[in-house]
């Protein structure tokens, strides 16, 4: 079965807000995947840019990824919740407006001041840079990602605002009424997601404005001195409820586009609800994985660490994977690229999180944590998981109803596939070999795995060209498609 009916009127302005939103990620998207391949390009041994030029590159590949999935997954989150409740179209253009600026301010950092400390900004890394760039260029990139989280902020806000309105409170409207056996229908999935997203990554967004701020402070009155262990745990904590949180929006999607292929409603159970109301605890303390190398951190943060790490997004993901798959089974589905993108991201994000358990096991992170193994994962988890949830929900807004998939849509999605499956396996490989992480020169014995990666890269960014055109020159459908 497949979905052809109309979707409900959506305004105007919503759907053109949605789709500049989608329009703005494939851009950045595409941008920040040519920055990978020059890297992996560098490393291969082609002298394009040197050292300064790669870590140059480097800071704005990541902090750039993870801005365009941010955005993208809140175009999906946005859509969708805003079926349920009332959502301001002016403050979620606002938020795109500051991305914007907040990209531009990042961007002249990087390539006109020369800031080269990385999207984590360690401090105090981006306050002595030993003449590589300028107190201005480290103050831009700050300000670019206070600009940014300001944004999201005010998204957040907006969401809070309507949730409690619709349903008198957040625990309300994260089903713990239902959890708990009050009677009552629980809330939809796209709710009780967005939730669990706005509480999290509130409190990530403060966090990273905390130390942002300390760090402007510091960087023009150097007598206002940040301890260094307590700003790591500020940074890490950030971007880490940041990043995870994208897969919690785009997540949304699943919930929402594959029951309409299958003819079955996506189920809301009291497991379902348990699953989200943990992930919302879990989220917040496993952070302290990304310091398990500090030998200066609590011994007790480090056994949180590992051990949250071996449960913190099993909840959610065991139920949206069970889910996704009894959804589909003999629904007598009929696959196009937007229904394969939304199963190919449940794959992504489950097979994604592996790497990154192992990682997580002290004995092994000590090993491994600073090898290729670590972008092996993050880059499963993102461009299999995250980002193919985006293209599905891209493709299902543009889809052909009456033609179906055409032979650059089937080009486009397995390119990206093949492509993307090669990348992650050439990092964990390289990494299992030992191979550092953030080196811009390898050594002759590294290039074979560089070259590898480098193809790769090269094929995913064909995928993604093709899925771009797609989905510009589908836009026409986009109207008819959701009326």
């Known amino acids: 079965m497949s979905d ?16 500049t939103y989608l329009a703005t990620t ?41 801005g365009a999935v941010a955005l993208g997954s809140s175009a999906v989150m946005w859509y969708f919740l805003r079926r349920h409740v009332a959502l301001s179209t002016g403050v979620f253009l606002l938020n795109l407006a500051l991305f914007l600026l907040g990209a531009v301010l990042i961007l ?17 890394l981006p306050q002595t840079p030993m003449g590589l760039w300028t107190q201005a260029a480290a103050a831009s990139f700050f300000l670019g990602l206070l600009a940014i989280g300001v944004g999201f902020l005010l998204l957040y806000i907006d969401i809070a605002r309507a949730l409690i309105t619709n349903y008198g409170g957040l625990g309300r409207s994260l089903g713990l009424p239902q959890l708990f056996g009050r009677a009552g229908d629980p809330p939809p999935p796209a709710v009780v997601a967005s939730t669990m997203v706005l509480i999290v ?15 402007l402070i510091n960087l023009y009155q150097p007598a206002f001195e940040i301890d260094s262990l307590w700003a790591k745990n500020l940074t890490y904590f950030f971007g880490h409820v940041f990043i995870n949180a994208t897969i919690y929006m785009a997540v949304i999607g699943v919930y929402e586009i594959l029951p309409r292929y299958t003819g079955r409603p996506w189920k809301v159970s009291r497991v379902f609800l348990a699953a989200w109301a943990a992930s919302t605890v879990m989220v917040l303390l496993v952070y302290p994985h990304h310091l398990l190398m500090d030998f200066s951190q609590p011994t007790s943060l480090h056994v949180l660490g590992q051990v949250i790490s071996y449960t913190s997004g099993l909840p959610v993901l065991l ?70 949830m985006m293209f599905g929900f891209m493709a299902w807004l543009t889809r052909s109803q009456a ?14 596939t093949g492509g ?64």
Do not use: C
């Open 4 to 19: 052809t009916t109309m979707e409900p009127a959506v305004p105007r302005g919503a759907r053109n807000a949605v789709i």
């Open 108 to 124: 002249g950092g990087i390539f006109i001041g020369g800031f080269a400390g990385a999207w984590t900004f360690l401090y105090p």
């Open 403 to 416: 033609e179906g998939d055409g032979f650059f849509d089937r080009l486009g999605f397995w390119t990206f």
């Open 319 to 388: 139920v949206t994977a069970w889910g996704a798959l009894t959804n589909v089974y003999r629904s007598g589905i009929r696959w196009d690229i937007a229904s394969g993108f939304v199963f190919l991201g449940v794959f992504g994000w489950a097979a994604g999180v592996i790497p990154a358990i192992i990682d997580a096991t002290i004995v092994v992170n000590t090993v491994m944590h600073n090898t290729l193994w670590v972008p092996g994962h993050f880059h499963f988890y993102l461009l299999l998981g995250v980002v193919a």
């Open 420 to 483: 993307g499956l090669a990348l992650v396996a050439v990092f964990l490989y390289s990494g299992a070999s030992s191979v550092p992480r953030r080196f811009a020169e390898h050594l002759p014995e590294w290039a074979a795995y560089a070259q590898l990666g480098s193809v790769a890269a090269a094929l995913v960014i064909l995928g993604t060209l093709l899925l771009a055109l797609r989905f510009f020159l589908g836009l026409k459908r986009v109207a008819n498609n959701v009326a």
């Open 26 to 66: 494939v851009v950045v998207l595409l941008l920040m995947m040519v920055f990978g391949l020059l890297m992996r390009l560098e490393q291969a041994g082609m002298d394009l840019m040197g050292a300064a030029g790669f870590y140059q590159v480097l800071t704005a590949h990541g902090a750039g990824m993870v």
């Open 201 to 215: 990554n509130t409190l990530g967004i403060v966090a990273g404005a905390a130390i942002l701020s300390m760090s």
